[in-house]
C-alpha cells in the first residue's frame, strides 16, 4: 500500500492494511475509520470489512473495531500535528495529504455566527485512494482542441467523471498552452507542500485553494495565460470573473453540474456564459464518464433532438452534433 | 588560586549563558508567533525553520524534531523528549521545565488560539529572563571575585 497512505494510521491499522493481499491493495478506492464500528475498505465500489488478518469480508466476528485513538492519531498525522495549519481545509472537509490522497472529516460541526468554524469530536475519516487516469480526456481532445484552443464546458451528474477528465485535459493542454488553473478545492493538483500530487501540464500555474473568481482575477493579470480552467463554475461571482476573463482573450474550461442539457439550460448563470460566447464547447458526461456527449454552442437546438435519438442507442459513444 | 579563579568565572560565565539561552528562548517564541501567524507553518516546518536559524544555535534540540514516516505520536511527546536529552549547560529546572512546556499545546488549536498561548508563554518568561539578568548583574562579579579571593586565602594558608 502507498506509504503516503499507511504512514497515517498507528500501529494497529497499520499492520492490518499491511496484511491485504497486493492485489487488492491495487483495487482499493477508500479506506474508512469509524468510531466504535468496524475498519472497512471501498473495493470495486464494493464495500468490505477489514478483518484482523488483512482479509477483506463481507461480514466478520473477528474485525477490527475503531477507536477514538485510532481515530485521533490519524486526525493529527493528516493536519501533521498542526490543527492552526488546516482551518480551512477542517472547515472544507477534508484534507489534501502527500500524493493526492484526500481526507475526508466528518464530527460534530462546532458553529459561530452562523458559520461552521471547525469540527470537533471526529467520528469518520475516509481515505479516498488517487488514482490519475491517464487519457480521460483524450476523446474530448481530438474532438474540440484539434485546431487549438477553445472554450469548453465539461457539465454531468455527481461522480460522472468531471473532475478526473478535466485533470486530464490540464496534463495534455499544458504541454502546449499556458493554462492557470484555479483549483478552489485542490481537488485537481492535489497540492502537498506546494508541489501538485497530480500531472497537470509542465505549463500549468496552479491557484491552490484560491476561490475562483479571486483566482480568476489574479492569473489574468499576472499569469497571462492563454487558458484558464476551473472546477464547479455556478455563482454569480464566478460568472463576473469568467466574463472579465473572456473579455482578454482568455479561453475557459471549466465544469458544472448538470445531468443533460435541459438542466443545463436551467442555469441561467451558466447559459449567459453560454450566449455570451465564452464556451464554444460543451461536453456533457454520463454514466461514470462512459458516454460523453459534446455540442457546439451555435447548435443547440439541433443538438436537443440528436442527443435524444442517440440517448437510447444503448453504446457507450462519443457523438459530436453540428460542425465538425 | 587559579583553580579557584576558574571556578569562580565559570560560575559566572555560567549565570551569562543562562541569559542568553533564556533571550533565545524568547526570540524563539516570537518567530514561532510570526510563522503561525504569517505563514500558517506546521510545527515540522517551524522546528525545521528555527533549527536552521543560527540566532537559535543555543536551542540545537529542535533539529532532532522532524517529521518521519514512523507511526504517528504527539508532537509535544516529540519535543519534551528532544528537550530533556539535550544537553543545555548551565539551565535551572525551571528553565527546563518551561522550554518543555513551549511544545505542550503547540498545533493544538487554530492561529487565534495558538497566538494567545505564544503570549502567554512570553509573559511567563519574563519573569525567568528578569531573575536571569539580577542575577548576572549582581553576582557574576561576586563570583569571579569570590573565587580570586578564596583561591588567594587557600594559597596564603598554604604557605
Redesign the interface.
Known sequence: MDVNIIRHFNPKIRSILSAIGAENCSRIQEIRLRLNKPLSVTLNDAIKIADKNGQLVSCSDNCCIVTEQDINDSFNSICQYSVHSFQKEITGGFVTVQGGHRAGICGTAVVRNGQLETIKHISSINFRIARQIFGAADEIMNRVFSAGAEGLLIAGPPSSGKTTVLRDLCRQLGKKYKLSLIDERGEIAAVYNGVSQNDVGIYTDVFDGYCKADGIEAAVRVMSPNIIVCDEIGSESDVSAIKRAMNCGVKIIATVHAGNLEELKCRRHIMRLVENGAFKNIAILSGAGKRIQTVRTDEFDKADRSITDNDNSGHNRLLYVGRS | MITAGITGCYMSAGLRKRLMLLKAVNAMLEEISIL?RYK?????EITEAIGKDNRFSELGFISGIK?T?T??S??SLRWEEAVMSYNFGSIKPQDLLFISSIGQN??????E??LSTLALKKEELKALLAEAESDCKNKSKLYSSLGILTGAFITVLLV
Do not use: N, R
Open positions: 503561525i500558517a507553518a506546521t510545527v515540522f517529521d514516516c507511526e504517528p504527539a508532537f503547540l498545533g493544538s488549536s487554530d492561529i488560539g495558538q
